[in-house]
């Protein structure tokens, strides 16, 4: 793997886990910021405030699973997860009929969420043997 791959691989699933951190600590206080994942946002979409605590510690496992060595099957659940998550984030954003502004961090998401799956080294992969 080129020197270039690897760095846009760990930059991309760092910045992606510093992302999904952040609105599962938001998500499990349920602090009412006006960001991704808040309570209020996520009310306004029409979701009972109690899905934040799920939502929040489903995306820590997630980041624990995708920073975690020698566990491709378990990083490629959790990359699925993610990407369920997150698709779903944006079709509620464009249901609710949110602008832009709210939907771009989830837009952001998953570039981040592809780009990791991508650039991951071999050793993060699931190898299929061929019958």
């Known amino acids: 793997m080129s020197k270039g791959k690897k760095i ?3 930059v991309a699933t760092v910045w992606l886990a510093l992302g999904l951190t952040s609105t599962a600590l938001v998500q499990l206080f349920q602090l009412n910021t006006d960001g ?4 209020e946002n996520v009310v306004h979409m029409g979701f009972p405030a109690e899905v934040l605590l799920l939502l929040g510690v489903w995306k820590l496992l997630g ?23 997150v698709s779903g984030a ?5 249901r609710s009929g949110d602008g832009f502004g709210m939907i771009a961090p989830v837009l952001l998401y998953l570039v981040l969420i592809a780009a990791s799956w991508y650039f991951r080294p071999a050793e993060r ?6 019958s």
């Open 36 to 39: 991704p994942g808040s309570l």
């Open 8 to 10: 846009t691989y760990w």
């Open 125 to 130: 992969t699931l190898v299929t043997t061929g």
């Open 63 to 85: 980041v624990v699973a995708l920073l975690m060595p020698r566990t491709p099957l378990l990083k490629e659940w959790a990359y699925a997860g993610i990407s369920f998550t």
């Open 90 to 94: 944006l079709y509620f954003h464009v």
